[in-house]
C-alpha cells in the first residue's frame, strides 16, 4: 500500500500563513474527497483560504503560479489524473508534477502535492479521503504544504 511508512502528522497553529486550496475540476466524485480532506487539514491546523477551480490537473500550474506571485505562503495542488489508452495520462501528469515543482522552486513557496495519478477509478477513490477510502492525499498534501511553510519562514528568518 503506497501509504506505508508515512510520518506522523504533527499539528500546529497555522492561522498566520496565507493558504489556497486549488482543484481541478474533473473527476468530481474523487475531487471532492479531496477538496474535504483538505478543508478538515486548514481545520485542524487553525488555517483557512479559498478554495479555487481550474478546469483539470494540467491547469493547476499556472493558477498555483498566479498564487505563489501574490505573496501565498502555501498552495494545495488537487486533481485526479485516470491512465486512458494514450499517451495523455502521460502528457498531464509530467506537465503537473514539473509545473509544480517549478512553481515550488521559482517562488520558494509550499506546494502540496494532492495530484493523484492512477491506473483505475478505484485506485482514485481509495485514496480519495471519502468515507471508504484507505488514504486521505487531500489531508496528506495540505499538512506537507503547511509544515513546509512553516520550515521555509523558518529558514528564511535563521541567522547564519
Known sequence: MSGDGSPETETFDASHLKVAILA????SQVTDGLIGGAQRALADFNASGPLLRVPGTFELPVAA?????QGY???VALGVVVRGG????????????DGLTRVAL???VA?????????????ALDRAGLPHSRE????EATAAA???ARTLKEIATATP
Open 24 to 27: 481541478a475540476s474533473w473527476h
Open 65 to 69: 503560479k498566479a498564487l505563489a506571485v
Open 73 to 75: 505562503d502555501a498552495v
Open 86 to 97: 494514450t499517451p495523455h495520462f502521460d502528457y498531464v501528469c509530467n506537465a503537473a508534477t
Open 106 to 108: 521559482d517562488h520558494t
Open 111 to 123: 506546494v502540496g502535492f494532492g495530484v493523484l495519478t492512477c491506473d483505475n477509478d478505484q485506485q
Open 136 to 139: 486521505d492525499k487531500g489531508y
Open 146 to 148: 503547511l509544515l513546509t
